[in-house]
């Protein structure tokens, strides 16, 4: 069965070092993968999703990157992390190969605090 | 812009009865919707699926409406129970954009014994 691991599950950062949070899923080939972020309260906002390795789609022009340097692992990055950047960062993935129906499948998120 | 809205404000019922979760949307063209159970600190969990040209979808105590002309849907959890207090999110996947899947802000429902 396919898994999805997303860590750390929390994490403190001071205002302007950098941050780097991954995810991997287990069990399935060639995914389509996504970051979303959720502020206290708020809904989820899709920040990039990736259809295959290298091929990434930014949502939100904004203070943070992604990578997929292998076909079943996300990376999202930032260089300086502001305090905007505070948020519950949730990874997930979904059957790619063009398949339009299928669901979502989340990691169980990373609480960031950038203080 | 695509906008998708849910009721802000929390839900309460009583256990046992139906609960009503509604979710509409603008300028979209759907592909399809989905609804999701999100518990406090834990990523969302898919629930059901409805295409554009389907009207209803159920799954044991869960049902879900697709209105394409109100630009709608509606959920319901039928006998519903404690367990069932989360948050609840719909998702809309559009025409040209189906590897993208957009959220509404949730529906949190609290059922009291």
């Known amino acids: 069965s396919q898994t999805i691991h997303q860590w750390p599950a929390t994490l403190v950062q001071p205002v302007g070092s950098p941050l780097s949070l991954e995810c991997t899923v287990e069990?399935?080939?060639?995914?389509?993968l996504y970051w979303y972020r959720q502020a206290a309260g708020r809904g989820l906002q899709l920040l990039f999703y990736?259809?295959?390795?290298?091929?990434i789609s930014s949502e939100v022009p904004q203070n943070l990157s992604a990578s997929r340097p292998q076909d079943r692992q996300f990376i999202l990055s930032s260089k300086k992390l502001l305090l905007s950047d505070s948020g519950f960062y949730l990874c997930?993935?979904?059957?790619?190969?063009?398949?339009?129906?299928?669901?979502?499948?989340f990691g169980n998120g990373t609480r960031l605090t950038v203080t | 812009s695509q906008k998708i809205e849910q009721n802000s404000e929390a839900l309460n019922i009583q256990e046992g009865k139906t609960a009503t979760l509604t979710c509409n949307y603008t300028?979209?063209?759907?592909?399809?919707l989905q609804w999701y159970r999100q518990d406090p600190g834990r990523g969302p969990v898919f629930l059901l699926l409805?295409?554009?040209?389907?009207k209803e979808k159920r799954k044991e105590r869960l049902k879900v409406t697709f209105d394409t002309t109100l630009k709608q849907s509606l959920f319901h959890i039928t006998a519903s129970q404690p367990a069932d207090s989360a948050t609840y999110l719909c998702?809309?996947?559009?025409?040209?954009?189906?590897?993208?899947?957009?959220f509404g802000a949730g529906t949190r429902l609290a059922v009291h014994p």
């Open positions: 990736s259809v295959g390795i290298g091929q």
């Open positions: 997930a993935w979904k059957v790619g190969d063009g398949v339009i129906n299928s669901p979502l499948h």
């Open positions: 300028n979209y063209s759907p592909a399809y």
């Open positions: 069990g399935t080939s060639n995914p389509n």
């Open positions: 998702a809309l996947s559009f025409s040209g954009g189906y590897n993208k899947l957009i």
């Open positions: 409805i295409r554009e040209n389907e």
